[in-house]
T-cell receptor, first 114, second 113 residues
Framework: AQKITQTQPGMFVQEKEAVTLDCTYD???????LFWYKQPSSGEMIFLIY??????QNATEGRYSLNFQKARKSANLVISASQLGDSAMYFC???????????FGAGTTVTVRA | DAGVIQSPRHEVTEMGQEVTLRCKPI?????LFWYRQTMMRGLELLIY????????DSGMPEDRFSAKMPNASFSTLKIQPSEPRDSAVYFC???????????FGSGTRLTVV
């Protein structure tokens, strides 16, 4: 079964607008961590934001925020004030319990239009 | 910190040849991961180590693949013999204790012809 589901293969967003990337996860472990990574066309994997399952508040890092809805098992990434440099593939990932491996979703391609 | 260092960045080899990919993790990170990225299968974990010991190698495709971590600052992923279907980007990543921060290397783009 898929542990991480990203249902949006590709999205377009206008520069300076906000965009929300969907991510749902599946785990029975009460302790887990959720991550978002950015992969630009150059290919490197860039860490954006982390949310722990016991964190009371939604994580934020600059223009990135994570909309964590535990009951719905969703961890959507919000990018505010989009910039042309935000055009990239975005991956949602999860670590479960004491298992340190990350399971990745299929990714969402974001294209920012000027 | 120089980050996770992978070499080579690009590798083109002929089918049947041995390929060795190298990785130097971030100092102090005690977890090391090898991932493979393809268009068809996305990002998939091949193997990971904790304190140089392999913990989970269930993602290693077959006996042609092997990975070692002889010390805390070096790991190799070897494919012998290589096949065209092994063509992919191979990432090495390391993580600090606690598993809150995973840093990826720049990847090795392998092409087997």
């Amino acid at each position: 079964a898929q542990k991480i589901t990203q249902t949006q293969p590709g999205m377009f967003v206008q520069e300076k607008e906000a965009v929300t990337l969907d991510c749902t996860y599946d785990t029975s472990d009460p302790s887990y961590g959720l991550f978002w990574y950015k992969q630009p066309s150059s290919g490197e994997m860039i860490f954006l934001i982390y949310q722990g399952s016991y964190d009371q508040q939604n994580a934020t890092e600059g223009r990135y925020s994570l909309n964590f809805q535990k009951a719905r098992k969703s961890a959507n990434l919000v990018i505010s004030a989009s910039q042309l440099g935000d055009s990239a593939m975005y991956f949602c990932a999860m670590r479960e319990g004491d298992d340190y491996k990350l399971s990745f979703g299929a990714g969402t391609t974001v294209t920012v239009r000027a | 910190d120089a980050g996770v260092i992978q070499s080579p960045r690009h590798e083109v080899t002929e089918m049947g040849q041995e390929v060795t990919l190298r990785c130097k993790p971030i100092s102090g990170h005690d977890y090391l991961f090898w991932y493979r990225q393809t268009m068809m299968r996305g990002l998939e974990l091949l193997i990971y180590f904790n304190n140089n010991v392999p913990i989970d190698d269930s993602g290693m495709p077959e006996d042609r693949f092997s990975a070692k971590m002889p010390n805390a600052s070096f790991s190799t992923l070897k494919i012998q013999p290589s096949e065209p279907r092994d063509s992919a980007v191979y990432f090495c990543a390391s993580s600090e204790p606690g598993g809150y921060g995973y840093t990826f290397g720049s990847g090795t783009r392998l092409t087997v012809v």
